[in-house]
């Protein structure tokens, strides 16, 4: 068995930025008062390396001479307590990833296991209580929980062997009690009348027993996520309460129904719906006559208009590519990876149509950010937490993508605290050249291109579609992705190559 190395990296004075944040942020915002001082360490534990190729990885990788403090004991003086914490396990840790990463390219090896944790140590006459508030406060149970101290004797993480595929037999004969038992049993994200309808289906057309892998991947495709459910959802009567706005969205209303009566006419299959009332100024317009440059195809992952760029005194065709994305359940449980995936999710759709993103915009909505920590709602994070961290975890993603942010907007509303709004938005841009668009056949090979993760993700789609409780924090922490900007950024600048579309 391979020996694993460990080493301890902290920040001399002068450079512990991070240390002295959040012992700022634990007395103002936590009230913990009689903290007088607060140390980071960053431990690595490293295996599949030699004793010569782990003091190289130290002296050049996980340590900074000039920054850092190097150690491979730890231990502290008296009147100082101190606690670890790691990211759970399948979720995606991009400090050990690109660690690993470096210490290839630096010994031209293979690449070896790496994990991270970090050690929070801090002094001052704090209670018990005051201990379990710093730890609720900086371990949040969704990502990360409190690590061991102990030397580990491997880092390979033992996966369970899935069973082979099966059918869930007696599917097609339940009944509708029997369903509707199923559905709250499995923690369906589709409702009962739409698992009854796959009952059915598979019933009446297919003639066979689904596998749990089809219910599932179901589900997925039908969550609101995907589907957007709510969006468009048949709406039988409309009310506006009454406000300073009722008279603005009376007269919404009445030309949304005007319009509907030009572009539908008497057809039955147009059902009033929020998804309509977002789309149909642009049906509209392009009925009119306003929107001869967009660019229709099958591929329908980002908006995409026709535009004439001049490039070196020279006219050329291009590609516009536009998409938004809303992260608002992932910010609202991981602040930090529901923000920054915000950001990466929003340019993969036009990085799938081969466009180079190279502008953003970030909305959001937040509680009020100076909310006592008291107050925090149960089974909340602190609305400070929330917003410091999703600003972090943008921020981030977009420097090291290498995308600038040019709107940023966020407003403040109690309503928000029920659940917060991340809105991420791109523009990215191609040589309509590059874009060869053709239709799949039988016989082609697949590529599936991307970057490591962890299991970080799985069920994301269904588990922001559904109702979440107080319990449902223990299951739901793998329902929270954690971006690789890097990779995508290498996807991007491969994209704008020329001979990749020939």
């Known amino acids: 068995m391979a020996k694993v190395f460990r080493v301890f990296v902290e920040k001399k004075k002068g450079f512990d930025v991070e240390a002295g944040n959040i012992l700022a942020d634990l007395q103002s915002n936590v009230g913990i008062t009689a903290l007088e001082d607060l140390r980071i360490i960053n431990r690595y534990d490293a295996e599949g390396l030699s004793a010569e190729e782990f003091d190289r990885a130290v002296a050049q990788v996980f340590s900074e001479a000039n920054q850092d403090n190097v150690c491979y004991e730890i231990s502290f003086e008296d009147g100082w307590r101190y606690f670890a914490t790691e990211y759970l396990p399948g979720q995606y840790d991009q400090r050990a990833d690109s660690a690993a990463q470096c210490i290839q390219l630096l010994t031209a090896g293979e690449r070896p296991a790496v994990a991270s944790a970090k050690i929070i140590a801090f002094k001052g006459d704090v209670s018990d209580d005051d201990i379990n508030k710093i730890k609720s406060y900086i371990i949040n149970p969704v990502e990360s929980r ?42 369906f994200a589709m409702s009962v009348a739409d698992l009854c309808w796959v009952r059915d289906y598979f019933k009446n057309d297919e003639g066979r027993e689904p596998s749990l892998t089809e219910l599932k991947v179901i589900d997925t495709y039908w969550s609101d996520h995907c589907r957007h459910t709510t969006f468009a959802t048949q709406l039988d009567e409309i009310k506006i309460d009454e406000s300073k706005y009722s008279a603005a969205i009376e007269q919404a209303l009445k030309e949304y129904f005007e319009v509907r009566d030009e572009l539908y006419k008497d057809r039955k299959d147009k059902i009033v719906c929020l998804m309509d009332m977002a789309c149909i100024g642009t049906k509209a317009l392009k009925k009119w006559g306003y929107v001869d440059d967009l660019d229709e195809s099958e591929e329908i992952n980002a908006c995409s208009i026709n535009a004439e760029v001049e490039i070196d005194g020279k006219t050329e065709p291009w590609l516009i590519q536009f998409k938004n994305e809303t992260h608002n359940h992932p910010t609202e449980i991981e602040p930090f990876g529901g923000a920054a995936t915000c950001l990466g999710g929003a340019i993969r759709d036009p990085l799938s149509g081969r466009a180079y993103v190279y502008q953003a915009m970030r909305v959001t909505g937040s509680g009020d950010p100076t909310t006592p920590f008291e107050e925090t709602l149960p089974a909340k994070l602190p609305q400070s937490k929330i917003t410091t961290g999703a600003a972090q975890g943008y921020s981030s993603y977009g420097n090291q993508i290498g995308l600038a942010t040019g709107q940023v907007v966020e407003l403040y509303d109690e309503g928000y605290v029920a659940k917060r709004m991340e809105i991420g938005a791109v523009i990215g841009a191609s040589p309509k050249k590059n874009v060869i668009r053709e239709v799949p056949e039988e016989g082609d090979i697949i590529v599936l291109l991307g970057g490591r993760t962890g299991r970080d993700g799985c069920g994301g789609a269904t588990g922001s579609s559904k109702a979440h409780n107080s319990q449902s924090i223990e299951t739901c922490g793998a329902e929270v992705q954690k971006g690789n900007p890097p990779t995508e950024r290498k996807i991007q600048r491969l994209s704008a190559k020329p001979r990749l579309h020939r």
């Open 146 to 187: 409190e690590a061991s101290m102990e030397l580990p004797e491997s880092l390979d993480i033992k996966a369970d062997r899935p069973d082979d595929i099966v059918r869930i037999d007696g599917f097609i004969s339940k009944t509708d009690g029997e369903i509707a038992a199923y559905h709250s049993e499995m923690g």
